[in-house]
């Protein structure tokens, strides 16, 4: 199944057939020379290096004592809410009508790029989930301020538009959630318009919900308070703004919003919307956990009440004591920004400013956390969003290459729906401020190609540290091609996405974390080596439960090796032990 891949997939193909594959060699050749079949001496010398490599690797198999029967059949599985998801921005991904802004046309050309709904071949990414960031009516580039809850933006095409990439990516399997955002509406909103003006007008009166019903959908006060702008033509009345004044706070708890709020649930899962993202939870009501984790409970019973396969993850940016709570909710899943950023578990095991043995830990003591609030939880795994600065800046030096790759590894690890960013892949580039971070999708080296998108007028000029994907995808040792075979090993073993984590403290240290996974009858080991150098390991007390090399994730050509107990690991290598 590996077939698109050089190097280690091609050698872990032949690895699994040789036996069959040299008795129909023979057969072949032989009965080449009986016919009396000619071929040129460039094909011969081609002949003999393959077969070779076959003999290299059948040694190296006999070297290692390594079982064939550990290998999984290569066979991708979709569970309903145990996915990869893929974040889009749509304005930045690719440009579908030459006018340099991505739209949706222009996602569902490179929707092959993500999915092609073939789970045969390799050539795709091999995400089957998406993030799609807000496509409704904006007066600002991201679109985090919505001014119509039932319609797409005209940058972004037409609702036509949306029901043909809904419908294709039906054809693939890919389950879409939609960035909801329902903290707030934009200034530009009919709601919020109609009642600035009435509160203008009204002066210092008291507003009437008869008269004006939506003053109620706001948060509306005489005082000027943290955190509020002053109405349009009033000096008297201000409303609740956290973000912007051109982002007015929603009250969520008035019950024709909510009402409201449901009609347009149903309008999208009418589309084919199979969940949400949900905006920025912990501001529902700013600094009142108890009433954000009351709100999300009333959202999360709503919404199950109309599909009860929907997902919904929740972006509650704070520190992990305060979001895990939030699963007291019911709500799917919550983003676990404990392992994201620059800052995160992830990036620190890797830089080596925290013990690689950290993170096994980490993982083992989040699902008994989580389970306390919601034992039917499901992890958000991610490691950088669309507010972070891009991975690949958080490293330097002659390692940064291997350090880039094994931390996406370490996110696509983790149980649960994980998350990649678009681009995470190809290692681009981008910090500071927010257009930067949402620079254009690096499919080209030519910024000027047909389908590249200019990104946010105000994005600065980003020198990219690895090059575009059509470089990338023929480099089988590129930042892409090792994403690429972390995902599909996330397809491959159920135990990775859903599994239990046991960490093995007694192989771990500060450059190498150990731990297995488990999942109904499957039970995986993983050895992740977070230093340059190779590492030797015996693996006292496996004795009996591991056959052999399952599978690697290696971040050049050197691979692990197992013989008699002593698991050889390359230096920023990963090994699958079964």
């Not at 401020?433 to 910024?447: C, G, S, T, V």
């Amino acid at each position: 199944m590996w077939r698109v891949f050089p190097g280690l997939f091609r050698r872990r193909i032949m690895l699994a057939h040789l036996k069959k594959k040299k008795r129909f060699v023979c057969l072949f050749l032989a009965l080449l020379m009986l016919m009396g079949c000619q071929g040129s001496r460039g094909e011969e010398i081609q002949e003999e290096k393959q077969e070779g490599e076959i003999r290299k690797e059948e040694n190296r198999e006999e070297e290692n004592q390594e079982p064939q029967d550990v290998r999984l059949p290569q066979v991708l599985s979709t569970e309903d809410n145990y996915r990869t998801y893929y974040e889009v921005f749509v304005y930045s991904f690719f440009d579908g009508n030459g006018d340099g802004t991505g739209d949706l046309k222009g996602l569902v050309e490179k929707l092959d790029y993500i999915n092609d709904g073939d789970p045969a071949t390799t050539e795709d990414l091999g995400c089957d989930g998406i993030w799609l960031m807000p496509v409704m009516p904006s007066a600002s580039y991201h679109k985090y301020d919505v001014m119509d809850y039932y319609a797409i933006d005209p940058e972004y095409g037409t609702m036509e538009d949306f029901e043909n990439f809904m419908a294709e990516c039906d054809k693939r399997g890919i389950k879409v959630i939609l960035d909801l955002v329902i903290n707030h509406s934009s200034s530009e909103h009919p709601w919020f318009k109609e009642a600035a003006a009435y509160l203008a007008e009204l002066g210092d009166g008291e507003p009437s919900l008869a008269d004006c019903p939506y003053v109620d959908y706001y948060h509306f006060s005489k005082e000027q308070k943290t955190g509020y702008s002053q109405v349009p033509g009033s000096d008297v009345w201000y409303y609740e703004s956290q973000f912007s004044y051109t982002m007015p706070d929603l009250n969520l708890y008035n019950e024709s919003l909510r009402e409201e709020i449901g009609k347009i649930v149903d309008f999208w899962i009418a589309k084919g919307v199979g969940g949400f993202r949900l905006d920025a939870v912990k501001e529902y009501e700013t600094g009142a956990d108890s009433a954000n984790i009351e709100i999300l409970s009333w959202f999360s019973d709503m919404v199950k009440g109309k599909r009860e396969d929907a997902y919904l993850v929740g972006e509650a940016w704070t520190d992990i004591s305060t979001y895990e709570k939030y699963y007291e909710s019911g709500i799917d899943s919550l983003f676990n920004f404990a392992f994201a950023d620059s800052e995160g578990i992830i990036a620190k095991v890797v830089k080596g400013s925290s013990p690689a043995s950290g993170y096994g830990k980490a993982l083992q003591n989040i699902e008994e956390r989580f389970k306390e609030y919601n034992p039917d939880y499901i992890d958000a795994p991610f490691y950088t969003n669309h507010d972070m600065g891009r991975s690949a800046g958080y490293y330097s030096g002659e390692n940064s290459p291997s350090q880039t790759k094994i931390a996406g590894a370490l996110n696509l690890f983790m149980s649960g729906n994980a998350f990649i960013y678009y681009g995470e892949e190809l290692g681009m580039k981008g910090s500071g401020k927010d257009e930067n971070k949402r620079a254009p999708m690096y499919f080209y080296e030519d910024k000027e190609a047909e389908g590249m998108c200019r990104g946010p007028a105000d994005m600065d000029g980003i020198k990219m540290k690895y090059g575009s994907y059509e470089i990338q995808e023929k480099d089988p040792y590129s930042v892409y091609n090792y994403y690429k075979k972390a995902i599909r090993l996330r397809g491959i073993y159920p135990a990775i996405r859903r599994g239990s984590v046991e960490n093995l403290e007694q192989f771990a240290d500060d450059t190498l974390t150990a731990f297995s996974k488990s999942w109904e009858d499957e039970k995986i080991y993983l050895f992740c080596n977070l230093a340059p150098e190779e590492r030797v390991i015996t693996l006292d007390g496996l004795e009996g439960e591991i056959q052999g090399i399952a599978e690697e994730l290696c971040v050049d050509e050197k691979v692990p090796a197992l013989k008699e107990g002593t698991l050889t690991l390359p230096g920023y290598g990963i090994v699958i032990l079964k």
